[in-house]
């Protein structure tokens, strides 16, 4: 019965080695998986958004009537109405992360995003 035993332990090892995988994603390049940093970008946005640095539970979201009335046409949609409308709002982000990606990577080369200092260095070389 042991033997059995160690040669299923042996089988099960010899399995798992074969499974494993040596590919290594610190040199691809996937926008959509690891979005690239870009210098500058969140001092960029932080200046332009005027980020405060407040939690989601210290702001005061203020509900207007087309807010409430939206909520009401969700509330009268059947389930599998709701999944629907949830798809298409899902797809819609994909799309505009595409999009948004295109737009940074255009600002990229047009080096829009870039801080001052960071300009006069690349002229100096």
Request: proline letters at 4%; one cysteine or more.
């Amino acid at each position: 019965m042991e033997s059995n035993q160690v040669k299923d332990k042996e089988t099960t090892i010899k399995v798992e080695d074969e499974l494993r995988c040596e590919e290594s994603f610190s040199g691809c390049k996937s926008p959509e998986i690891w979005p690239e940093k870009l210098p500058g970008l969140m001092d960029f946005t932080e200046k332009e958004l005027n980020y405060s640095g407040q939690s989601a539970s210290n702001v005061n979201f203020q509900i207007e009537a087309c807010d409430i009335q939206y909520m009401n046409e969700l509330g009268q949609l059947t389930p599998d109405q709701l999944m629907e409308h949830i798809k298409t709002l899902q797809e819609s982000a994909y799309q505009l992360g595409l999009l948004e990606q295109a737009e940074i990577q255009r600002g990229r080369l047009l080096r829009i995003l870039e801080t001052p200092d960071q300009d006069v260095a690349v002229e100096k070389k």
